[in-house]
């Protein structure tokens, strides 16, 4: 019986142990040329609502992001990008979703976005890559605007198979508008 008890302990354990690996989130890594040409719209803009609304049964964050410079595509004054995730407070219990790495856009930020149309919702838009197509704006203590991509929740699959850890990286956003442009069919809209 004691032999038993301690080979249950001891599954148990060890499933416990492969929990923390299984909740990481793992995508597909993209180059800056991969993100670029596989957007339909590449805007900067300012995020002026979040409302969270079912959709089925899955539970989703709409933003609301006012352009403030279309880099790809013809995007209309807003945009709404559908997040995984979100909390529905109106229930009685409320409820919450939420997406290990998800891309997330809070309140009054400042965002660089590569976007696909998204089927869930009518008019909304998806980020390209997970979370690999969401950067974050500020300025610089020099007063430039920079864009930030936060990777470090993020496992990335290479072309070749290999799995690494996401970092994050800071470019100025200049640097990137020219190396937007640049790329070829960056300007074709989808």
């Known amino acids: 019986m004691l032999r038993r008890t301690a080979l249950v302990v001891l599954s148990l354990a060890v499933s416990l142990a492969a929990i923390p690996a299984a909740w990481g989130t793992t995508a597909v890594e993209r180059t800056e040329s991969d993100l670029i040409q596989e957007s339909a719209l590449i805007v900067t803009g ?9 959709v089925e049964r899955t539970l989703v964050t709409l933003a609301t992001i006012q ?24 229930r009685r219990i409320p409820v919450a979703m939420s997406y290990p790495a998800a891309p997330q856009i809070y ?49 990335l699959q290479g072309r070749n198979g290999s799995l690494r850890r996401g970092t994050a990286k800071t470019i100025q956003l200049d640097e990137l508008r020219q190396r937007i442009r640049q790329t070829p069919a960056a300007g074709r809209e989808r």
Do not use: M
């Not at 013809?74 to 407070?89: E, F, K, N, Y």
């Not at 390209?128 to 007063?143: E, H, I, N, R, Y």
């Open 107 to 155: 309140q009054q930020e400042d965002v660089l976005l590569f976007l696909v149309p998204e089927d869930l919702v009518a008019g909304g838009y998806s980020i390209v890559g997970f979370s690999q197509g969401k950067l974050t704006l500020a300025t610089d203590p020099q007063g430039k605007r920079e864009a930030t991509q936060d990777l470090s929740a993020l496992n």
């Open 67 to 90: 352009v403030t410079e279309a880099l790809k595509g013809s995007p209309g004054a807003t945009v709404t990008v559908v997040l995984p995730g979100g909390v529905d407070s109106n």
């Open 46 to 54: 300012h995020c002026t609502n979040l409302r969270s609304q079912w």
